[in-house]
């Protein structure tokens, strides 16, 4: 069962235009949730966390955005760059469990 | 990677050999995890540990062993290496005094034939 889903598995967007990546999750108890970023043969880089009491969270050119009566959050950059090209994944955890449980992926590319 | 390594950083198994990943980290915390990335299934939690001697299962436990004697080390071992375990490994730990934080290290990329 998959609590943390991203439906999206790509993403195209033009330089400078707005990039927004989904998520949804199912378990209620997730009380903060994250965006990674990972290049090809890298691992993932932290990006952004927000916390479930808040609703918006900005650092930047990135913004998280959190809906906790639809269990939905995403991610927003403004403006996008060719090097903000990579995969981005949701993540959501619990402090009581201390378990981080990531989505599926969602491809970025920025094109000129 | 904020201080979390990985050894080694490629490896070709034969089906049933055995292996352990190494992985460390020098920000002294005492949360360390193991995950595996797969194509379309995104990054799954195989073990993690809250301190030295304690460890826990994730998502995706079975074939894989822990263990936790040092706050540094917290090696992923493999003891019967089966294909379906062909995946990337990453290790992460926080690097706060907070557990949401996680960064990981660079990756293993095993191959079992």
């Known amino acids: 069962d998959q609590q943390v889903k991203q439906n999206s598995p790509s993403l195209s967007v033009q330089e400078g235009r707005i990039s927004i990546l989904n998520c949804d999750y199912t378990n209620s108890m997730f009380d903060y949730f994250l965006w990674y970023k990972k290049y090809p043969a890298e691992g993932p880089t932290f990006l952004i966390s927000?916390?479930?009491?808040?609703d918006k969270n900005e650092d930047g050119r990135f913004t998280v955005f959190l809906n906790k009566s639809a269990k939905h959050l995403s991610l927003h950059i403004v403006p996008s760059q060719p090097g903000d090209s990579a995969v981005y994944f949701c993540?959501?955890?619990?402090?009581?469990?201390?378990?981080?449980?990531f989505g599926t992926g969602t491809r970025l590319q920025v094109f000129p | 990677n904020a201080g979390v390594t990985q050894t080694p950083k490629f490896q070709v198994l034969k089906t049933g050999q055995s292996m352990t990943l190494q992985c460390a980290q020098d920000m002294n915390h005492e949360y360390m995890s193991w995950y595996r990335q797969d194509p379309g299934m995104g990054l799954r939690l195989i073990h993690y540990s809250v301190g030295a001697g304690i460890t826990d299962q994730g998502e995706v436990p079975n074939g894989y062993n822990v263990s936790r004697s040092t706050t540094e080390d917290f090696p992923l071992r493999l003891l019967s290496a089966a294909p379906s375990q062909t995946s990337v490994y990453f290790c992460a730990s926080p690097a706060g005094p907070r557990t949401d934080t996680q960064y990981f290290g660079p990756g293993t990329r095993l191959t079992v034939l």
């Open positions: 993540a959501a955890g619990s402090r009581v469990t201390d378990k981080l449980i």
């Open positions: 927000i916390s479930s009491i808040k």
